[in-house]
């Protein structure tokens, strides 16, 4: 099988030196899927703000914007809707080189700015483990990075955005003064409260591109727990791998990655922007590549390898941030029914006992997740009504789609994750219950009454149960 896995790998990749950009265009099952690739909903149009946006006509709803997709489930989705696309929003409109405070264009990704900021000694203040998102996209879904126990999420550093609602009127929207609910409700308001035209946020001050960062093995989940207790306040950004496939006195090993951006000194040669993808997934997978058994080798080589390597290292800023972005499309390799993340938070009191009950259904359950993630985060309060980060453990996994099974499996995890008032984190679902959505977010009534009406997606229509349109 193993075998099998790896040369279809490589006669993937070498198909793809022989096809032009368009062939493997129209390989893709869907020119505006979501990361997932389930469900695969297609929109009735698409509009390009604003070249196209003169055509919008608001009764004709609903609508919503769309990023660049990275969302895995269908909270970027619009079944027989309207998607407006921000692609052309990609400019820098403010950037002040010496107090660190940027204004961009809606459409612009972390990427774009990346390059721009590290060069002039800044750098984004929160990052997911992607940088092929958007800024608006990161205000919709208030993203957190690695560093959440120190400073929050994106939506903490935040200072203004526009807003255009299908009132036909433009709101501009401060944490303090000018229409202070609607910045709230806007900061992981999935896109439901109008169309983001700009955003502005503060920015970090750093030295180089690079993170001196610290990897250390754990033998099992209660060990994790101890490590991140002496560690979490000494570094900047942590988080841990797990490997789900451990089994008996190991579930929950892993590795525990700690880093702090480089002291001035410590870099001799400095590269600020790296161009850091090499390999592109052209195809889509087999259904079967990913099994347990492929899903088992991966993690037990990955965790040897970084076992014996474990230590101190300087490294650029792109593999310790992005390590996924290095390999293009690689959401193929789960294959043409695609697959889902479960992100859970639980509360620090509850926590230990719930990841740990996770963990061990999961290893009991043979349905190995390939890449699993476990971080906690810190009790800075999100300032969105309906922002995903609050103080405690967060654990995301990967599932290929294998149907029933799957979804079962993971309403038992909701269940789990229900039980302690935890929350499930809407940018990477596409199945939990309207249920589960109403307990995760208690302010979800108050927040109601800032959706423009004119806008909506498939995941709010699911898990408010309202009727597709
Ligand atoms: C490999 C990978 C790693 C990730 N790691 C993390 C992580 O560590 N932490 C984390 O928090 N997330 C993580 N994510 C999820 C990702 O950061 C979020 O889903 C992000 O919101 C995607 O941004 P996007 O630009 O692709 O937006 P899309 O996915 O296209 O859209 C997301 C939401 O933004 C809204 N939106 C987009 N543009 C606008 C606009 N102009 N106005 C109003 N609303 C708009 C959409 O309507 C939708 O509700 C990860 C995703 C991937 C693929």
Redesign the pocket.
């Known amino acids: 099988m193993l075998l099998f896995w790896f040369v279809w790998l490589v006669l993937s990749l070498r198909f793809k030196q022989g096809m032009s950009a368009n062939e493997f265009s129209a390989l893709s099952t869907l020119a505006y899927p979501s ?1 997932g690739h389930y469900p695969e909903y297609r929109p009735k149009n698409i509009l390009q703000y604003p070249w196209s946006f003169s055509e919008v006509d608001f009764n004709a709803a609903p609508y ?8 895995y489930g269908d ?2 989705l619009n079944k027989d809707g309207v998607l407006i696309h ?1 692609s052309q929003l990609n400019h820098i409109l403010y950037f002040d080189t010496d107090n660190g405070v940027i204004r961009c264009e ?1 459409g612009v990704t972390f990427d774009d700015l990346l390059s721009v900021i590290v060069a002039a000694g800044w750098f984004l203040p929160v990052t ?3 940088r092929f ?2 800024v ?3 205000v ?2 208030d ?3 690695k560093n959440h126990h120190a400073v929050g999420s994106f939506g903490n550093h935040i200072t203004a955005f526009e807003l255009k609602r299908s009132d036909g009127q433009t709101r501009v929207c401060t944490p303090d003064n000018e229409n202070k609910e609607l910045f709230a409700a806007t900061i992981g308001g ?2 439901l409260t109008g ?2 035209t700009w955003v502005e946020f503060r920015l970090k001050r750093i030295s180089n591109a690079y993170v001196t960062t610290s990897t250390t093995p754990f033998s099992s989940v209660s060990d994790f727990f101890e490590l991140d207790n002496l560690n979490l306040d000494k570094h900047e950004y942590t988080v841990a791998w797990i490997d789900t496939t451990s089994r008996s006195g190991q579930i929950g090993r892993g590795l525990y990655f700690s880093g702090e951006h480089a002291k001035e000194h410590s870099v001799k040669n400095t590269k600020h922007h790296k161009k850091q993808r090499s390999l592109n997934l052209p195809v889509n997978f087999p259904n079967f590549a990913l099994n347990a058994l492929t899903v088992k080798a991966f993690n037990v080589l990955y965790f040897n390898h970084h076992k014996n390597k474990h230590g101190h290292a300087l490294t650029h800023y792109a593999p310790f941030f992005y390590p ?1 972005d290095n390999i293009e499309n690689w959401n193929r390799m789960y294959g043409k029914r695609g697959f889902l993340q479960h992100q859970c938070v639980v509360p620090l009191r509850d926590g230990k006992e719930v990841i740990s009950e996770i963990l061990k259904r999961v290893s009991a359950s043979g349905m190995a997740s390939f890449l699993s993630v476990l971080k906690r985060f810190g009790n800075i309060p999100s300032i969105g009504m309906m922002s995903f980060p609050r103080e405690g453990y967060t654990l995301a996994l990967d599932f290929p789609n294998n149907g029933k099974r799957t979804f079962t499996f993971l309403n038992e995890l909701d269940t789990l994750v229900r039980s302690v008032n935890g929350a499930i984190y809407p ?1 990477k679902d596409a199945r939990m219950s309207a249920e589960t959505f109403a307990v995760s977010y208690p302010r979800l009534e108050s927040f109601k009454n800032y959706i423009d009406p004119a806008f909506s ?1 498939s995941f709010w229509r699911r898990v408010t149960q309202q009727q597709a349109v």
């Open positions: 990361w919503l914007a769309y990023g660049k997709g990275r969302s909270s970027c921000s809606a997911p483990g992607t998102i958007t608006a996209g990161a919709a879904n993203v957190h990075g999935l896109g169309f983001i996924l940018a997606s």
